[in-house]
């Protein structure tokens, strides 16, 4: 395919000559031939193209490409023609009826062919592809629709939007309906998959929409990034299913990063259970606040060397300069804990390291008590012994009225540091309480997205 400028001179070219031979073409008709001299026709033919070419530069016809062209550019085709029309009439003489068969005959060829160059290029799909229907006309639903007149895939027959102001106006050709008109519109066009283009909208109205369309039994798509879609790094193709983070009842609280980088930025971090999966989300969000060394722990050699792979290619990515230390070794040998915190100088250590999947644990539970009790109490001393400022334990809301091993296992692990601080001098213990993180393993999200993808019920 030719760079887009080349295209864009093409079609400014191919203009050109449409308007030269509308012109011709107009007088000819009329007066059986050219009725002027050569300098009169260019007079006049110059004076046309300054009218068109103005009204087609403000209204951005050449901004988009033919085979994505929306129905708004051909209503700037025939108000340039229009433009150009009146001007040959008024500053030219040329007579009226001469400049209405001028912008009829420029603007159907210039219609005219730009169809028949999409219909070539498309391969006729636009009329084959798959109905969607857009929820959302604001201004990334807008733009979605001009990506889609280009797609062979969609074909875009109407909008939704919450908003009454807009009821019954028309975008890019397309009326704008409300929320309650969904089922007929679904019917009247065959419709099964609905587009959600509000990527600002708050998760709470999200999560009514996605319910509201869960109803109907239509498919829901969503927007990939809009900037993206604008730049061409992503593609109406790109448009991807509802992550289940869309339909959590409530929006998502940005962390404070002051608060994050306190006990991280310029000192020496150790994250135990730095292969697991929250162990190994602490340590990307670790190295974003530029710690001077970050010590991998792990007992599992093969987690460890992933994390410890996706950490250094992450911080060339960034060209941040964080040492990077990778210690294979079980949080129960108290001895290769210490030695370890010792030699690189931790002063902060997130203690991860735990069996956490509940059904595992409740059939093995002396395991699950050694490692997450026993493992968490020599984790603890080892930290007190070596210079250690602060260790947090990462537990869960299942320590709360715990009715499964796993969770007692948790609350005798917080309770084995609310005993050491009283004896220890020099060093903080705390800990933070995660629910169901999204996404970690054995998480419930990859059960509920392989049930939203067979259709329910989730």
């Known amino acids: 395919m030719a760079p887009r400028p080349l295209r864009q001179a093409l079609a400014v070219l191919f203009d050109i000559s449409g308007i030269a031979i509308a012109l011709w073409l107009a007088l000819v008709l009329r007066f059986g031939e050219v009725p002027v001299g050569g300098g009169d026709f260019l007079s006049i033919f110059v004076v ?14 050449y901004r988009s490409l033919i085979r994505a062209m929306a129905p708004i550019g051909f209503l700037v085709i025939g108000a340039g023609m229009v433009s150009a029309a009146v001007a040959v009439a008024t500053l030219e003489a040329v007579p009226w009826d001469v400049a209405a068969s001028f912008a009829a005959f420029g603007t159907l060829f210039l219609a005219v062919t730009r169809l028949v160059i999409r219909s070539l290029v498309t391969g006729g799909a636009s009329m084959a592809s798959h109905p969607v ?9 807008r733009r979605l629709v001009g990506a889609l007149f280009g797609s062979s895939e969609l074909r875009p027959v109407a909008f939704v939007d919450d908003s009454a102001a ?8 397309l009326a704008v309906h409300l929320p309650e008109s969904l089922p007929k519109l679904l019917a009247r066009h065959g419709v099964s998959t609905v587009v959600l283009a509000m990527p600002s909208v708050l998760r709470g109205r999200r999560r009514e929409i996605l319910r509201s369309l869960g109803e109907l039994g239509v498919a829901v798509r969503t927007l990939p990034d809009i900037g993206d879609l604008v730049a061409g790094k992503a593609n109406v193709e790109d448009l991807r299913g509802i992550d289940i983070s869309d339909v959590l009842g409530r929006d998502a609280v940005e962390a404070r990063t002051d608060l994050l980088s306190a006990r991280i930025a310029g000192q020496s971090v150790m994250v135990t259970g730095a292969g ?6 602490l340590c990307r969000q670790i190295i974003l606040n530029k710690p001077r060394r970050l010590v991998l722990f792990e007992i599992s050699e093969v987690s460890l060397y992933q994390i410890d792979a996706e950490l250094r290619q992450r911080l060339a990515d960034m060209g941040a300069q964080v040492e990077v230390v990778s210690v294979l070794g079980d949080v129960r040998d108290t001895k290769r804990l210490e030695s370890t915190m010792k030699a690189f100088q931790v002063k902060t250590a997130y203690h991860a390291a735990a069996y956490k999947h509940v059904p595992i644990v409740e059939e093995n539970v002396l395991e699950g008590l050694n490692n ?3 493992g968490t109490l020599s984790a603890a001393q080892a930290a007190s012994r070596s210079g250690v400022e602060y260790f947090i334990l990462i537990s869960t809301d299942k320590a709360v009225n715990p009715t499964n091993v796993m969770g007692a296992s948790k609350r005798l692990a917080e309770l084995v540091l609310q005993a050491l ?19 970690s393993s054995g998480s419930v999200v ?5 049930q939203s993808r067979k259709g329910g019920p989730v």
């Open 276 to 281: 697991g999966s929250i162990g190994s989300e």
């Open 372 to 374: 997450n009790v026993f």
């Open 421 to 439: 601080q009283g004896e220890y001098r020099g060093i903080t213990f705390s800990m933070v309480r995660f629910g169901n993180v999204l996404g």
């Open 48 to 61: 046309a193209l300054l009218a068109a070419g103005a009204v087609f530069f403000i209204g951005r016809l």
């Open 446 to 450: 990859p059960l509920f997205e392989s």
């Open 133 to 141: 229907i857009i929820y959302g006309a604001g201004e990334s639903g």
């Open 166 to 173: 807009l009821k019954g106006a028309y975008i890019s050709g």
